[in-house]
């Protein structure tokens, strides 16, 4: 038997409790993915990041959620480097790190010398068309195809991590919402294999443009994700692409997730669009809770 220990910061929050709790283990160079695995599914997080060596960037990042591997996650990410930071394992406020989504840049800033500032560089935004069942898809979330915005297209999006971004009408619905999420495979048959991300340009919080809800995939051992970095960027990239596609140079969103589960958490985006191409970065905070071990059979 060997024992790990697995370090839990909340992310996109500085408050204990809320943002989206992620795993974070020290020792990556020593487990193989299997036990990187067998780990992710026994702390239970939505992500578990383990942080390796690279011969690549400064850094490379594996992210497990209990099901599966991930090829990038925003809030493990914000984890992972701001439990580095504050562990003086990492010097440079500068940083390239590997991924399985390609090679991306991270920015750390520290306003008053107090808190963390994680900037990451998300992957070029991708999109493919959804054609399925909107009567299916609004079932399966609990509600009804009028819950659904009809003037906006839904989409299969990605900035290093694919999910169906779901315009939603109004923000009420949200607490509606209840995902049978064995059907998510179904309903998604382009790729069965993606999470389901709603979301709706009213917000609870008058300074947000944009509210969102993350309900995972049933072959990722999770329901919903609290407050989620990698569907917040590609929110960023739908918004300049389908709502405001005139948009020039520069624009930061705040986009407000977990409220209806307890979690209240906040993703800033940073959207560059120019005539080539759509540049995407998130950047959040996190928080030390607690840390475990973990034992391995």
């Known amino acids: 038997m060997k024992s790990v220990t697995v370090y839990q910061y909340d992310a996109f929050s500085k408050h204990p409790g809320k943002g989206n709790p992620a795993g974070v283990v020290f020792n990556g160079d020593t487990l193989s993915g299997q036990e990187m695995q067998e780990i992710a599914r026994e702390a239970a997080f939505n992500e578990t990041a383990f942080p390796v060596q690279s011969d690549k960037a400064d850094i490379k990042i594996r992210f497990f959620t209990p099901g599966h591997e991930m090829n990038l996650c925003g809030h493990g990410t914000m984890a992972t480097i701001y439990s580095l930071k504050k562990k003086e394992l990492i010097s440079s406020n500068n940083l390239t790190i590997e991924t399985k989504a390609g090679l991306l840049s991270v920015r750390i800033d520290s306003p008053d010398n107090e808190e963390l500032c994680i900037t990451m560089q998300q992957a070029p935004p991708q999109f493919k068309p959804f054609h399925g069942s909107v ?145 995407i970065e998130i950047t959040g905070n996190a928080v030390y809770v607690k840390h475990f071990p973990v034992m391995l059979g």
């Open 135 to 279: 009567e299916k898809l609004a079932t399966a979330l609990g509600l009804t195809a009028e819950d659904i915005n009809g003037e906006l297209p839904i989409v299969y999006g990605s900035t290093g991590t694919w999910t169906l971004l779901v315009p939603i009408s109004r923000l009420d619905a949200f607490k509606k919402m209840k995902p049978a999420t064995d059907s998510f495979p179904s309903i998604l048959e382009a790729m069965p294999k993606v999470s389901i991300h709603p979301f709706c340009l009213e917000t609870y919080d008058p300074d947000a443009q944009m509210h969102a809800r993350h309900f995972s995939s049933p072959f990722s051992g999770t329901v919903e994700d609290a407050v989620t970095g990698t569907a917040s960027g590609a929110m960023g990239a739908y918004y300049a692409t389908y709502i405001n596609n005139r948009l020039e140079k520069t624009v930061s969103l705040v986009v407000e997730q977990g409220q209806e589960i307890g979690k209240d958490g906040r993703v800033m985006v940073r959207v560059t669009k120019s005539t080539d191409n759509i540049g």
